[in-house]
């Protein structure tokens, strides 16, 4: 079974830092695209950040300098590191994987809540 589960979230202050974690298997990690996503309250889910087989990533404008997407190939493991966290970053973040062969193969963890406090 193909199984994501992130982990890291919870409750910060305004201008505090969180690191998220998706833990994979069932895939061969290191060939596929993975990707963090947030839905917030009557908003559409939105791509944070992304990053390629190669290491390769990209932002969505609202967090790019306070947030950096990484990944370990040796623990199958993409993390979002997020700094200077604002309210409006408060939502639930999903990782995603996608393949490299077909781009319709892909993958969702459950979600992990970031509620950032003033």
């Known amino acids: 079974q193909v199984q994501l589960v992130e982990s890291g979230g919870g409750l910060v202050q305004a201008g505090g830092s969180l690191r998220l974690s998706c833990a994979t298997s069932g895939i061969y990690f290191k060939e596929y695209a993975m990707g963090w996503y947030r839905r917030a309250p009557g908003n559409e889910r939105e791509l944070v950040a992304g990053?390629?087989?190669?290491?390769?990533?990209n932002y969505a404008d609202s967090v790019k300098g306070r947030f950096t997407i990484s990944r370990d190939n040796a623990k199958n493991t993409v993390y979002l590191q997020m700094n200077s966290l604002k309210l409006e970053d408060t939502a639930v973040y999903s990782c995603n994987a996608e393949s490299p062969v077909n781009r319709l193969y892909n993958y969702w963890g459950q979600g992990t809540q970031v509620t950032v406090s003033s």
């Open positions: 990053i390629d087989s190669g290491g390769k990533t």
